[in-house]
């Protein structure tokens, strides 16, 4: 587990599935990354998630609002095979929109790709028309790259050369 002033990130488990359901039933929430799902699918997303922990050793954290307690989202490392790059993503449930809380996630798991996984830079692969991810990628320092493997969507980049979490997002 590892947090931030507000946030607790912590591996997925079978606890998170009704927010999780939830979460993922919501079109708007859903629209850049695969639609709404039902509860098989959520259930089916929330293993893959919590099963790429076993096989890698890493995956999305599941986060959690240090203040309430409950499941706010997911954050953090992906990198199947034939994958654009090792990637830090997010998503959040509707309410917790304009938060801030996709920036902190992001930063505090950038911090533990490059000091724990190694990793010398991490992918951002982000919807062209989603505004949001687009803003908090900018905010935690990436830029864009050109990839011809990422389909339609944008790729920003952070590299742990030319990145610090300074003036970033509280880290806790």
Request: glycine share 10%; aromatic share 12%; proline share 5%.
């Amino acid at each position: 587990m590892i947090e931030t002033e507000r946030l607790l990130l912590r591996h997925p488990s079978a606890v998170d599935l009704p927010a999780w359901t939830v979460f993922l039933s919501e079109a708007e929430v859903t629209r850049f990354i695969g639609g709404p799902q039902d509860a098989t699918g959520a259930w089916r997303n929330l293993c893959l998630f919590a099963g790429a922990w076993s096989v890698q050793g890493y995956s999305n954290f599941s986060v959690i609002e240090k203040a309430t307690g409950r499941w706010i989202g997911r954050a953090g490392a992906w990198f199947p095979p034939g994958w654009v790059g090792p990637e830090i993503g997010w998503a959040f449930s509707r309410d917790v929109w304009g938060r801030g809380y996709a920036t902190e996630a992001a930063t505090r798991c950038l911090i533990w790709a490059f000091e724990e996984l190694g990793w010398m830079e991490a992918v951002h692969i982000i919807h062209p028309e989603n505004y949001a991810s687009i803003a908090v990628a900018k905010r935690i320092g990436a830029i864009p790259r050109v990839s011809e493997n990422a389909q339609k969507n944008l790729v920003y980049v952070t590299t742990r050369e030319g990145w610090s979490p300074k003036d970033r997002a509280t880290t806790g």
